[in-house]
């Protein structure tokens, strides 16, 4: 099947189920996308805040708190990072947490020296007598100094448990987290490994990767990040699995002369896109392959929170904004809190954008949209011309 850019950008938004018709739930995006990638900074709202308010309607905040920490049905877990998927799916990651709690064993010992083997046993304790309890109360065995600070090995101990599923996240202030046993927080999850063998589940773990994304090449990207699927000759193993099975079906895009994978069953979504703006996370799945989206969408973005502000082209917390299937453009925000008003420190419009009345209209209609969103007053433009 071949498609031109157009075709696979109108493909790829509706995948994502940004700018349609659709009326959808949280339930619903995660059955189409698999995971949100999880980060603590919050500005206008934390990543996957930021993620969902694109795609669920009438979405606040504490719906997603809720979902994690009340209703459970949601789960703090390792996907391709730190990410939120459904507690339904912990089972099937039983590889990710050995691998994991692998690793943090060698990172402690390689990059701090640091010994906490012999307390797991004493954290797990206090967690199973005391939890929920915060990290912070929790102070058995050494502290390390290092370049980064200083790193106590009970928290490492804690880590380890957490990234292996004997413990889970009960609740949350912020980046504050309390901890119970898992048994405690989602008495309702299986935790036994369902995958007969790790070609088994690689084959599952690449084919929901590429329903994170809905469309992806065959190159070494952060969109596939993870010790089971980051060698480019493993895919193309798996690759060819799948599409022997039908899950997944080859694309070609006029321009680029990569092939391209998309999950079959998603050939059957009808497209029906608005011509309205929405603000994407700067982790929005749609994102997670740069240079696909640099490719497909002519858009070059970089997250530049971690680039020193004197070589930043942009800014601090720079949001993309897509309209209908093209991306438009770049907007920040000034730090928003409970229901001050929502600033706009600056607008950037890709280069063949015009800012005309329609278009500034249509801005000022999501922006009220957003601020509605974040529970804030009201929109205030810090530059008056905008």
Request: aromatic share 12%.
């Amino acid at each position: 099947m071949n498609w031109t850019k157009q075709q696979a950008r109108g493909y790829l938004v509706n995948y994502h189920m940004i700018n349609t018709n659709n009326i959808n739930t949280i339930t619903d995006v995660f059955n189409r996308i698999q995971s949100i990638q999880y980060d603590p900074l919050n500005v206008v709202g934390t990543n996957p805040e930021l993620v969902l308010q694109a795609r669920v309607s009438n979405f606040k905040k504490d719906m997603l708190y809720n979902a994690l920490y009340k209703e459970r049905y949601l789960i703090d877990g390792w996907d391709k990072q730190m990410c939120i998927i459904k507690a339904s799916d912990f089972p099937q990651f039983s590889f990710i947490r050995e691998n994991r709690a692998s690793l943090e064993t060698l990172w402690a010992k390689k990059y701090l020296n640091l010994e906490f083997e012999h307390i797991i046993e004493d954290v797990y304790q206090v967690i199973k007598d005391t939890g929920p309890i915060l990290s912070s109360k929790i102070k058995i065995g050494e502290t390390k100094q290092h370049r980064w600070g200083h790193t106590k090995a009970s928290s490492v101990a804690i880590s380890y448990l957490f990234h292996k599923g004997i413990i889970g996240i009960d609740s949350r202030n912020n980046t504050q987290k309390k901890y119970d046993l898992i048994e405690r927080t989602h008495p309702h999850i299986k935790v036994e490994n369902p995958f007969i063998s790790e070609e088994e589940f690689i084959e599952y773990y690449l084919l929901r990767r590429i329903k994170s994304l809905g469309l992806v090449w065959n190159k070494n990207s952060v969109a596939f990040s993870g010790l089971h699927i980051n060698g480019k000759n493993i895919r193309t193993k798996f690759l060819d699995i799948l599409q022997n099975k039908r899950l997944i079906s080859e694309i070609t895009i006029d321009g680029i002369e990569d092939k391209f994978y998309v999950p079959t069953e998603a050939l059957e979504y009808p497209i029906v896109l608005n011509d309205t703006i929405t603000i994407l996370a700067p982790l929005d799945n749609i994102l997670w392959d740069r240079a696909l989206v640099e490719k497909l969408f002519n858009f070059s973005y970089t997250w530049e929170v971690y680039v020193p502000e004197s070589k930043r082209k942009f800014g601090y917390y720079v949001l993309p904004l897509l309209k209908g299937s093209e991306i438009i453009g770049r907007i920040e925000f000034s730090k928003q809190r409970k229901k001050e008003p929502l600033k706009v420190i600056d607008i950037w419009l890709e280069p063949g954008i015009k800012n005309t009345k329609v278009l500034k209209k249509e801005l000022d209609e999501t922006l009220h949209k957003f601020a509605q969103y974040l529970e804030a007053t009201e929109v205030i433009y810090e530059h008056q011309d905008k």
